[in-house]
């Protein structure tokens, strides 16, 4: 997650280099590999682009899952792991971000844009009954999407109902970090992304520093309309986001959430803005009451 908001890129090439596509691309491909449970990867033509998907799980309920800004399934495992234990669940790479899709990023209204590629996603599955999950950049996504076809919501450190906060201590330690990221510097970056006292992986760390040096990130989307909004108040959903959350202060986003989507904020405690690798038992457990009768863990 690339601190939205602290780059002014409007270029629509994602990789810097063909060779540093090629490397982003291969240590994806080599997480996955690696990963200990049983997926299939596919990829599908969409508006926005060729689109990798990664699927693991089974169950009548599919979680469709949208990472947010500079991460992808690869980086993506702790949460879809332990989503996959409980249910079917489809990580899509976003087009023009770090990862297996393609890196172009869709022209003109970026967002109306990403919301109509979720929709294909969404008809490509064909599942019965389908959860719409997103963090961050993703949950803007998911926002901009249509709800035909999605059973429920579930937002995570949500961009897309407020503008994101960026501090002067964030600031201040992502500048070094884009002008020259080492992992010293991507580390003291994650240590704020995070809530204070979690040790950022070495995965992590060597993730983020691969893709500042050979990719280019992008602003925090803005708030949707309330038109778009207040549509998803026919739809079961559930929005997450964490007690210390340095982009998103609970008070603000709080507010924005009852007012636009007439739900409550669940306040995850003991959190930063990377709930999905810090509090990825508490996200599969919203699934529950958003889903309905038969989601509950098998």
Do not use: K
């Amino acid at each position: 997650m690339v601190p939205c908001g602290v780059t002014l890129c409007g270029v629509a090439d994602l990789y810097r280099t063909a060779a540093g596509h090629d490397l982003v691309r291969s240590w994806c491909i080599d997480q996955l590999d690696r990963w200990a449970t049983p997926h299939d990867r596919t990829t599908i033509d969409t508006t926005a682009g060729e689109t990798h998907l990664v699927s693991a799980g089974a169950g009548d309920l599919t979680v469709l899952y949208v990472p947010g800004t500079t991460l992808n399934a690869a980086t993506s495992l702790t949460l879809v792991t332990t989503l996959a234990a409980a249910h079917r669940v489809v990580v899509a790479d976003v087009p023009g971000q770090p990862g297996l899709s393609v890196g172009v990023r869709p022209t003109g209204n970026r967002l109306v844009a990403y919301g109509r590629w979720a929709d294909e996603i969404v008809g490509h599955l064909r599942a019965d009954r389908l959860i719409l999950a997103g963090h961050s950049l993703g949950a803007a996504i998911a926002l901009a999407a249509g709800t035909p076809g999605v059973a429920g919501l579930l937002l995570l450190d949500p961009a897309g109902l407020v503008r994101l906060r960026v501090s002067p201590s964030v600031l201040s330690a992502t500048l070094p970090w884009l002008v020259r990221p080492t992992p010293a510097r991507t580390a003291r970056l994650l240590g704020h992304l995070h809530a204070p006292g979690w040790q950022p992986s070495a995965t992590h760390i060597e993730w983020m520093t691969l893709a500042a040096r050979h990719t280019r990130s992008t602003l925090a989307p803005p708030p949707l309309p309330a038109s778009s909004l207040r549509r998803w108040q026919a739809v079961p959903r559930a929005v997450l986001s964490g007690e210390m959350d340095c982009f998103l202060p609970v008070g603000s986003l709080r507010t924005a959430v009852r007012e636009q989507l007439a739900t409550d904020l669940q306040v995850l405690l003991g959190a930063g803005h990377l709930t999905p690798e810090e509090q990825a038992e508490a996200i599969v457990e919203a699934v529950v009451p958003i889903a309905g009768p038969g989601a509950a863990h098998p």
